[in-house]
């Protein structure tokens, strides 16, 4: 099984996101037994945080092979079904930040501005470190709302033809074409065209 310094590897940096994202992945693999080969598991994310990282590598579910689907909520929720049972557990993150002294809000707010000095550097550092570790130590109640529920499945990922736009001649996805004045072209083309 993977750990958290091969997600880090993938990610490229290490950050509070992906060990949420870590700590999500590690319930479902030990809850569900092992994580997916092909498209056993399926997970619905309702976010596109650092977290989405983890699952990928963690759980399996990619987006390559059609099982990791994406809804734009902004929520730091994870759903994740099984096939063929539609067994399905939904985690929503309701883990809150240790408070932060007026220094580190002050540090903060000068990041924000885009403030690189050391001196905010080392606080911004120092201050994800300790969410990190919290996050890594804490027990699944303290980070997780949990539900178990049947969850209507997704269908599995299809294969499709790809076609020629009559635009910009690149290849588009069959079911993704669109129709432009009785042309067959890609959704760019359809949009900006």
Request: aromatic letters at 8%; glycine letters at 6%.
């Amino acid at each position: 099984m993977k750990n958290f310094k091969d997600v880090v590897k993938f990610h490229g940096h290490i950050c509070p996101g992906l060990a949420l994202g870590y700590r999500v992945s590690n319930f479902i693999v030990k809850e569900f037994g092992k994580k997916a080969h092909d498209e056993e598991i399926v997970a619905i994310v309702e976010n596109s945080s650092c977290a989405v990282d983890a699952i990928q590598v963690m759980t399996g579910c990619t987006f390559g092979k059609g099982n990791l689907i994406f809804k734009d909520y902004g929520k730091q929720v994870y759903t994740f079904v099984k096939r063929p049972s539609s067994e399905g557990i939904r985690i929503s993150v309701h883990w809150k930040s240790p408070d932060e002294t007026e220094k580190e809000k002050q540090m903060w707010e000068r990041y924000m501005r885009g403030d690189r000095s050391k001196e905010v550097l080392r606080t911004i550092h120092k201050r994800k470190t300790k969410k990190i570790e919290a996050i890594l130590k804490a027990e699944d109640k303290e980070l997780f709302k949990i539900v178990k529920e049947k969850v209507n499945l997704p269908e599995e990922a299809g294969i499709y033809p790809s076609i020629l736009c009559a635009l910009c001649g690149e290849k588009v996805m069959e079911p993704r074409a669109r129709v432009k004045n009785g042309q067959i072209v890609c959704i760019p083309c359809q949009e900006h065209t």
